[in-house]
């Protein structure tokens, strides 16, 4: 929370923000010509599994988090990642932490849902609800 020292007003944060982990494995997990998108996973994020260059890239969407100006990945995300995956590959096909080529977290601000607004706009820009799950 922020003071207006003009006007000894409270301010409350417009922004919040959310990020998402992606890693990179090798092109055999995935096949050339199909990937996967898993709205029903273990704590309830999208994930997706899909072939990119010759790779396979694995990614779940946003989780709130604060804001940070360089945000690294979590370990207990890459982790967490790698388990998922196993859900979709043969009993005999293990992901290891070891495959994991590169990992990195995004960090995007979200707009922050305003319930005394008068006006609706602020659903264009994005209300961050979808960080919110």
């Given amino acids: 929370m922020m003071m207006n020292n003009d006007k000894q007003q409270e301010f409350q944060s417009a922004v919040s923000g959310a990020s998402g982990t992606h890693i990179i494995l090798p092109g055999y997990y995935c096949p050339n010509d199909m990937g996967l998108l898993d709205y029903n996973t273990s704590d309830g994020r999208f994930l997706f599994f899909i072939p990119w260059l010759q790779h396979t890239l694995v990614g779940t969407t946003d989780k709130q ?10 370990e207990d995300e890459i982790s967490w990642l790698v388990q998922e995956c196993s859900k979709y590959l043969s009993s005999d096909i293990r992901v290891r932490r070891s495959d994991v080529l590169s990992a990195w977290r995004g960090w995007r601000p979200l707009v922050k849902h305003d319930p005394h607004a008068q006006s609706s706009s602020i659903d264009d820009k994005g209300s961050g609800d979808e960080a919110q799950q």
């Fill in 65 to 74: 988090c604060p804001p940070q100006t360089l945000p690294t990945p979590p």
